[in-house]
């Protein structure tokens, strides 16, 4: 199985929150960041600030995880990343080699 993570990104505001799941965070973040897809929430939205994330070992957690945070209320979400993150600093930088951990 391959591993998974789920993420919150936010806006320059942090006024809109986007919850998403994958199993190669540092390339989809680069894809939210780039705006790689022309209809997409977060390009229409501005979201591309990595606020939150978790790491499964296997993607299937990650997507059950996914959908506990999506169905929980707003103020969990903030919850969650004031938490982690009180901050709300962009966390993109902190994961670029996850990936790699030999690097």
Do not use: C
Request: glycine share 4%.
């Amino acid at each position: 199985m391959k591993p998974g993570f789920i993420y919150i990104l936010t806006n320059k505001t942090h006024t809109v929150l986007y919850v998403g799941v994958t199993s190669n965070l540092p390339q989809r973040i680069l894809d939210h960041k780039e705006k790689r897809y022309a209809n997409s929430f977060s390009k229409r939205y501005n979201v591309d600030q990595l606020v939150f994330w978790e790491f499964f070992q296997e993607i299937g957690d990650a997507i059950m995880r996914e959908k506990q945070i999506k169905g929980g209320s707003r103020q969990k979400k903030l919850d969650l990343i004031n938490a982690l993150n009180p901050e709300w600093n962009d966390l993109y930088e902190d994961i670029r080699d996850i990936m790699n951990p030999f690097t």
